[in-house]
Nanobody, 124 residues
């Protein structure tokens, strides 16, 4: 059973930056891709970014493409999401998701494993 633990959330001012991390354990497959999704209260969970196991494949939601950067550290089984120029609409719960396929996907239903989420909150 794959376990994913997100970290790095917290308070951030408008225009600020945060770096989220997702640590994975329990994988029994060598080929995988990992993604970040976020969910605001009362809304569906939406895609943010994804990366393939070797870091060569990356996919971003259009609104974050020039502001967020997804990277992976295979030696540590950890994936990161660097978020810059954060705005109020970016402040919500971010979830890490994992699947045993090399190609990235923006569809939450194609991911088999997910973490508990990390909260990003805007501060005044």
């Amino acid at each position: 059973q794959v376990q994913l633990i997100e970290s790095g959330g917290g308070l951030v001012q408008a225009g600020g930056s945060l770096r989220l991390s997702c640590a994975a354990s329990g994988r029994t497959f060598n080929i995988y891709s990992t993604g970040w999704f976020r969910q605001a209260p009362g809304k569906e969970r939406e895609f943010v970014a994804a990366i393939s196991w070797n870091g060569f494949g990356k996919r971003y939601e259009d609104s974050v493409k020039s502001l967020f950067t997804i990277t992976s550290d295979n030696a540590k089984n950890t994936m990161h999401l660097q978020m810059n120029s954060l705005e109020p609409e970016d402040t919500t719960v971010y979830y890490c998701k994992d699947r045993g396929a090399s190609c990235t996907s923006s569809r939450r239903g194609e991911y088999s494993y997910w973490g508990q989420g990390t909260q990003v909150t805007g501060s005044s």
